[in-house]
């Protein structure tokens, strides 16, 4: 969990885009696409849609947050806490 904390939390470039923090940190907890999915409770063309730079609505972001463990304006500005 130590390396998944160091992960989440390393500096990051302003240009990282949503989707790119939310690949980052799926991958940081060892999930694929369809894991993250579930743990969500969403579809999983959403997490790849999102992943590939499409929109997500706020309900989105509040669920892949939760799944994530991180608070949703990390996801979507890159702030952290």
Same mark, same amino acid.
């Given at each position: 969990? %130590?390396?998944? %904390?160091?992960? !989440?939390?390393?500096?990051?470039?302003? *240009? %990282?885009?949503?989707?790119? !923090? #939310?690949?980052?940190?799926?991958?940081?907890?060892?999930?694929?696409? $369809?894991?993250? *999915?579930?743990? =969500?409770?969403?579809? /999983? $063309? @959403?997490?790849?849609? #999102? %992943? =590939? +730079? +499409? /929109? =997500? &609505?706020?309900? @989105?972001?509040?669920?892949? *947050?939760? *799944?994530?463990? #991180?608070?949703?304006?990390?996801?979507? @500005? +890159?702030? &952290? /806490?």
């Amino acid at each position: 969990m %130590e390396q998944v %904390e160091s992960l !989440r939390f390393m500096n990051t470039s302003s *240009a %990282e885009t949503f989707g790119e !923090r #939310v690949r980052r940190l799926r991958e940081a907890h060892a999930m694929t696409q $369809v894991e993250l *999915a579930v743990r =969500a409770n969403l579809n /999983p $063309v @959403t997490i790849v849609r #999102v %992943e =590939a +730079g +499409g /929109p =997500a &609505q706020p309900l @989105t972001i509040k669920k892949l *947050a939760r *799944a994530l463990g #991180v608070k949703p304006r990390m996801l979507t @500005t +890159g702030e &952290q /806490p």
